[in-house]
T-cell receptor, first 113, second 115 residues
Protein backbone atom coordinates (compact mmCIF):
# COMPACT_ATOMS: atom_id res chain seq x y z
CA UNK A 1 0.00 0.00 0.00
CA UNK A 2 1.66 3.19 -1.20
CA UNK A 3 0.06 5.49 1.34
CA UNK A 4 -1.42 8.88 0.53
CA UNK A 5 0.37 10.28 -2.50
CA UNK A 6 0.59 14.00 -3.10
CA UNK A 7 2.19 15.74 -6.03
CA UNK A 8 3.99 17.81 -6.76
CA UNK A 9 6.09 17.95 -3.58
CA UNK A 10 7.14 21.50 -4.35
CA UNK A 11 5.37 24.01 -6.56
CA UNK A 12 6.46 27.54 -7.42
CA UNK A 13 3.97 29.88 -9.01
CA UNK A 14 4.08 33.56 -9.91
CA UNK A 15 1.36 35.82 -8.57
CA UNK A 16 -1.75 35.50 -10.70
CA UNK A 17 -1.04 31.96 -11.94
CA UNK A 18 -3.03 28.87 -11.08
CA UNK A 19 -1.87 26.11 -8.76
CA UNK A 20 -3.16 22.54 -8.98
CA UNK A 21 -2.39 20.16 -6.15
CA UNK A 22 -3.14 16.47 -6.50
CA UNK A 23 -3.87 13.84 -3.89
CA UNK A 24 -4.36 10.11 -4.35
CA UNK A 25 -5.82 8.57 -1.18
CA UNK A 26 -4.84 5.20 0.18
CA UNK A 27 -6.45 2.24 -1.51
CA UNK A 28 -9.87 1.63 -0.03
CA UNK A 29 -10.16 5.13 1.48
CA UNK A 30 -13.15 7.11 0.26
CA UNK A 31 -12.82 10.12 2.58
CA UNK A 32 -10.36 12.90 1.65
CA UNK A 33 -9.49 15.97 3.69
CA UNK A 34 -7.32 18.95 2.73
CA UNK A 35 -5.47 20.99 5.34
CA UNK A 36 -3.22 24.04 5.03
CA UNK A 37 -0.20 24.67 7.22
CA UNK A 38 1.32 28.11 7.47
CA UNK A 39 4.89 28.47 8.82
CA UNK A 40 5.08 27.65 12.54
CA UNK A 41 1.33 27.04 12.69
CA UNK A 42 -0.83 24.01 13.13
CA UNK A 43 -2.84 22.57 10.31
CA UNK A 44 -6.11 24.27 9.40
CA UNK A 45 -9.01 22.34 7.89
CA UNK A 46 -10.01 23.41 4.41
CA UNK A 47 -12.37 20.88 2.82
CA UNK A 48 -13.75 17.36 3.20
CA UNK A 49 -14.73 15.33 0.17
CA UNK A 50 -16.06 11.91 -0.68
CA UNK A 51 -16.16 10.54 -4.20
CA UNK A 52 -17.85 13.12 -6.44
CA UNK A 53 -19.15 15.09 -3.45
CA UNK A 54 -17.99 18.04 -1.39
CA UNK A 55 -19.20 17.31 2.12
CA UNK A 56 -17.80 20.30 4.04
CA UNK A 57 -15.94 23.26 2.56
CA UNK A 58 -16.32 25.55 5.56
CA UNK A 59 -12.56 26.05 5.86
CA UNK A 60 -11.99 27.04 2.28
CA UNK A 61 -11.69 30.71 1.22
CA UNK A 62 -14.80 31.68 -0.71
CA UNK A 63 -12.90 32.90 -3.74
CA UNK A 64 -10.14 31.43 -5.86
CA UNK A 65 -10.09 28.03 -4.10
CA UNK A 66 -11.92 24.94 -5.27
CA UNK A 67 -11.64 21.21 -4.70
CA UNK A 68 -12.90 18.07 -6.35
CA UNK A 69 -12.69 14.32 -5.91
CA UNK A 70 -13.91 12.74 -9.14
CA UNK A 71 -15.14 9.20 -9.54
CA UNK A 72 -11.87 8.31 -11.23
CA UNK A 73 -8.52 9.86 -10.43
CA UNK A 74 -7.04 11.91 -7.64
CA UNK A 75 -8.54 14.67 -5.58
CA UNK A 76 -7.53 18.12 -6.85
CA UNK A 77 -7.16 21.33 -4.87
CA UNK A 78 -7.12 24.26 -7.26
CA UNK A 79 -6.05 27.79 -6.42
CA UNK A 80 -6.67 30.40 -9.06
CA UNK A 81 -4.82 33.72 -9.32
CA UNK A 82 -2.44 32.87 -6.51
CA UNK A 83 -1.20 35.56 -4.14
CA UNK A 84 1.82 35.56 -1.81
CA UNK A 85 -0.43 34.76 1.16
CA UNK A 86 -1.26 31.40 -0.44
CA UNK A 87 2.31 30.24 0.17
CA UNK A 88 2.01 27.31 2.58
CA UNK A 89 2.21 23.57 2.86
CA UNK A 90 -0.98 21.84 1.74
CA UNK A 91 -1.65 18.40 3.17
CA UNK A 92 -4.13 15.83 2.07
CA UNK A 93 -5.34 13.07 4.38
CA UNK A 94 -7.56 10.07 3.79
CA UNK A 95 -9.40 7.58 5.93
CA UNK A 96 -11.83 4.72 5.30
CA UNK A 97 -14.36 6.04 7.80
CA UNK A 98 -14.79 7.72 11.14
CA UNK A 99 -13.59 4.82 13.23
CA UNK A 100 -10.10 5.07 11.80
CA UNK A 101 -7.35 7.63 12.11
CA UNK A 102 -6.32 9.84 9.24
CA UNK A 103 -3.30 9.06 7.11
CA UNK A 104 -1.59 12.19 5.82
CA UNK A 105 0.42 12.59 2.66
CA UNK A 106 3.81 14.30 2.60
CA UNK A 107 2.30 17.56 1.42
CA UNK A 108 2.78 20.05 -1.39
CA UNK A 109 4.79 23.11 -0.53
CA UNK A 110 3.49 26.01 -2.56
CA UNK A 111 5.63 29.10 -2.96
CA UNK A 112 4.20 32.15 -4.67
CA UNK A 113 6.79 34.56 -6.00
CA UNK B 1 -16.25 26.18 16.74
CA UNK B 2 -13.57 24.13 18.44
CA UNK B 3 -10.40 25.79 19.73
CA UNK B 4 -7.33 23.81 20.79
CA UNK B 5 -4.51 25.32 22.82
CA UNK B 6 -1.17 23.50 23.11
CA UNK B 7 1.73 24.04 25.52
CA UNK B 8 4.65 24.38 25.57
CA UNK B 9 5.57 25.60 22.10
CA UNK B 10 9.14 24.32 22.55
CA UNK B 11 10.49 21.63 24.85
CA UNK B 12 14.07 20.52 25.28
CA UNK B 13 14.94 17.40 27.29
CA UNK B 14 17.94 15.18 27.88
CA UNK B 15 17.92 11.73 26.36
CA UNK B 16 16.25 9.30 28.74
CA UNK B 17 14.10 11.95 30.42
CA UNK B 18 10.33 12.18 30.06
CA UNK B 19 8.48 14.77 27.99
CA UNK B 20 4.94 16.01 28.59
CA UNK B 21 2.87 18.10 26.20
CA UNK B 22 -0.51 19.47 27.22
CA UNK B 23 -3.58 20.54 25.27
CA UNK B 24 -6.93 22.03 26.15
CA UNK B 25 -10.04 22.10 24.00
CA UNK B 26 -13.19 24.17 24.12
CA UNK B 27 -15.98 22.08 22.55
CA UNK B 28 -17.42 19.63 25.05
CA UNK B 29 -18.87 17.64 22.12
CA UNK B 30 -15.38 16.67 20.92
CA UNK B 31 -14.80 12.98 21.55
CA UNK B 32 -11.67 12.03 19.60
CA UNK B 33 -8.17 13.27 20.38
CA UNK B 34 -5.25 12.19 18.19
CA UNK B 35 -1.59 13.14 18.47
CA UNK B 36 0.63 13.58 15.44
CA UNK B 37 4.40 13.68 15.01
CA UNK B 38 5.77 15.74 12.16
CA UNK B 39 9.38 15.52 11.06
CA UNK B 40 10.97 18.18 8.90
CA UNK B 41 9.65 18.11 5.35
CA UNK B 42 7.17 15.34 6.04
CA UNK B 43 3.48 14.98 6.67
CA UNK B 44 2.03 14.45 10.15
CA UNK B 45 2.09 10.88 11.34
CA UNK B 46 -0.50 9.58 13.80
CA UNK B 47 1.28 8.23 16.88
CA UNK B 48 -1.57 7.65 19.33
CA UNK B 49 -5.18 8.63 19.78
CA UNK B 50 -7.80 8.46 22.51
CA UNK B 51 -11.56 8.54 22.54
CA UNK B 52 -13.64 10.20 25.20
CA UNK B 53 -14.84 6.94 26.74
CA UNK B 54 -11.28 6.21 27.88
CA UNK B 55 -9.14 8.10 30.40
CA UNK B 56 -5.71 6.80 29.45
CA UNK B 57 -4.06 4.86 26.67
CA UNK B 58 -0.51 3.54 26.39
CA UNK B 59 1.62 2.30 23.52
CA UNK B 60 5.13 1.38 24.59
CA UNK B 61 6.89 4.64 25.54
CA UNK B 62 3.95 6.85 24.62
CA UNK B 63 0.85 7.49 26.68
CA UNK B 64 -2.07 9.88 26.43
CA UNK B 65 -4.37 10.96 29.24
CA UNK B 66 -7.74 12.67 28.93
CA UNK B 67 -9.68 14.68 31.49
CA UNK B 68 -13.12 15.32 29.98
CA UNK B 69 -14.32 17.42 32.89
CA UNK B 70 -11.43 19.84 32.61
CA UNK B 71 -11.30 19.49 28.82
CA UNK B 72 -7.62 18.76 28.63
CA UNK B 73 -5.45 15.95 27.38
CA UNK B 74 -1.74 15.27 27.53
CA UNK B 75 0.95 13.32 25.70
CA UNK B 76 3.63 11.61 27.77
CA UNK B 77 6.82 10.25 26.22
CA UNK B 78 9.10 8.28 28.53
CA UNK B 79 12.75 7.35 28.02
CA UNK B 80 13.10 9.88 25.24
CA UNK B 81 15.50 9.20 22.39
CA UNK B 82 17.06 11.60 19.85
CA UNK B 83 14.77 10.20 17.15
CA UNK B 84 11.80 11.49 19.15
CA UNK B 85 12.88 15.01 18.16
CA UNK B 86 10.11 16.46 15.99
CA UNK B 87 7.08 18.75 16.12
CA UNK B 88 4.13 17.20 17.93
CA UNK B 89 0.54 18.29 17.31
CA UNK B 90 -2.53 17.55 19.33
CA UNK B 91 -5.96 17.69 17.72
CA UNK B 92 -9.63 17.34 18.62
CA UNK B 93 -12.62 16.20 16.65
CA UNK B 94 -16.16 14.98 16.94
CA UNK B 95 -16.82 11.61 15.38
CA UNK B 96 -20.12 9.88 14.84
CA UNK B 97 -23.58 11.42 14.98
CA UNK B 98 -23.32 12.81 11.47
CA UNK B 99 -20.21 14.88 12.19
CA UNK B 100 -17.66 15.53 9.49
CA UNK B 101 -14.65 14.28 11.45
CA UNK B 102 -12.59 17.35 10.73
CA UNK B 103 -9.65 17.90 13.05
CA UNK B 104 -8.84 21.11 14.92
CA UNK B 105 -5.12 21.22 15.61
CA UNK B 106 -3.02 22.88 18.27
CA UNK B 107 -0.10 25.01 17.10
CA UNK B 108 2.48 22.35 17.83
CA UNK B 109 5.37 21.65 20.20
CA UNK B 110 8.92 21.44 18.94
CA UNK B 111 10.52 18.67 21.00
CA UNK B 112 14.31 18.45 21.04
CA UNK B 113 15.95 15.47 22.70
CA UNK B 114 19.61 16.17 23.45
CA UNK B 115 21.95 13.16 23.40
Amino acid sequence: NAGVMQNPRHLVRRRGQEARLRCSPMKGHSHVYWYRQLPEEGLKFMVYLQKENIIDESGMPKERFSAEFPKEGPSILRIQQVVRGDSAAYFCASCPGQNYGYTFGSGTRLTVV
Amino acid sequence: GENVEQHPSTLSVQEGDSAVIKCTYSDSASNYFPWYKQELGKGPQLIIDIRSNVGEKKDQRIAVTLNKTAKHFSLHITETQPEDSAVYFCAASRIGGGSNYKLTFGKGTLLTVNP
